[in-house]
């Protein structure tokens, strides 16, 4: 093994980084001058771009996440965009997308769908490639989240289909076949006690849900039925111990849960509502 290596995975494990070697690994493959594929059991120092390298190195050693320093996240079948304006797209969210073609067979179907909180705009695009007739509002309240997802649609072509707006879901008005959205759902003791590396990376907007983490499941099931056709879906993420009180939030306001399902952790995730 190169010293180069040795040496990183001293510095890592000192840091007490959960996963040093793959880490490692993905930052030398982020600094190779070539295109072949670096391992670190038979590495040549000179196949990298030390400079470069080095840079990501000690950010990763300040507990940067590699997407971060990366500028990039995979979410369903693409990679994103990412910087400190917006959350990391996660696998929990996926299930978002899962439910959509769960319950909305025809693939061809001319739909009109708004998402509530783009952040990098990865539940648009991802619906965008799959319900290529649809029509997607891509909405959120920070101007630096928008600047990020229109980056994202441009690079995944999506353009003439998602229209990304800096606009609070309180100032939306239409008529949707389907509404997703993953809101900010930590309460304020969760976001207290939430990792700091989480704290100093992801932007406390996309996070913080008001007192009680419910703040926006109560102004959804207020303004969301007005603006939904009859049967439109809204597919909802939620907080793992949110489930009961958002159920109960929504009981009444004219929308009729239709699924609750849990995400790999087997978590209480996503509730998928329809419009009576
Ligand atoms: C948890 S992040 C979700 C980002 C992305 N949809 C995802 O799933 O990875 C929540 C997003 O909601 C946005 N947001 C917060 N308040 C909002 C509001 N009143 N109206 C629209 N978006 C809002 C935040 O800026 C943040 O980008």
């Known amino acids: 093994m190169s010293n180069l290596v040795k040496l ?63 500028n990039k996240k995979n979410f369903w079948k693409y990679e994103f965009y990412v910087n400190y304006n917006v959350l990391d797209p996660r696998p929990e969210t996926e299930f978002i997308i899962e439910e959509s073609l769960y319950y909305i067979k025809n693939r061809k179907k001319h739909l009109n769908i708004l998402d509530i909180g783009t952040g990098s705009g990865c539940l648009s695009v991802s619906l ?3 319900f290529l007739n649809s029509k997607i509002l891509a909405i959120d309240i920070s101007q630096k989240a928008i600047l990020v997802a229109k980056k ?13 707006k800096v606009l609070s879901f309180s100032k939306v008005y239409g008529s949707f076949d389907l509404i997703v959205s993953n809101p900010p759902y930590l309460s304020t ?18 996070l913080f849900g008001g007192f009680d983490g419910l703040t926006f499941y109560k102004a959804y099931a207020k303004k969301l039925p007005n ?8 597919i909802l993420e939620i907080g793992e111990k949110q489930a009961s009180n958002c ?30």
């Open 189 to 206: 003791k969760e976001y207290l006690s939430t990792h700091h590396d989480i704290k100093k990376f992801e932007p406390k907007i996309a």
């Open 247 to 276: 159920i109960k939030i929504f009981n009444n306001s004219g929308l009729k849960l239709i699924k609750k399902s849990k995400d790999l952790q087997k978590k209480d995730r996503i509730l998928v509502f329809s419009k009576i």
């Open 152 to 164: 994202n649609i441009l690079k995944h072509g999506c353009n003439n289909q998602i229209e990304a």
């Open 128 to 130: 965008a490639k799959e």
């Open 227 to 234: 603006i939904m056709k009859k049967n439109a879906f809204l």
């Open 8 to 70: 990183s995975l001293k510095k890592l494990k000192s840091q007490n980084i959960l996963n040093p070697e793959l880490d490692l690994r993905i930052l030398l493959n982020n600094s190779k001058k070539k295109n072949n594929e670096l391992f670190l059991s038979t590495l040549n120092e000179e196949e990298i771009n030390k400079i470069k390298f080095e840079k990501y190195l000690s950010r990763r050693l300040g507990h940067e996440p590699i997407s971060k320093i990366l």
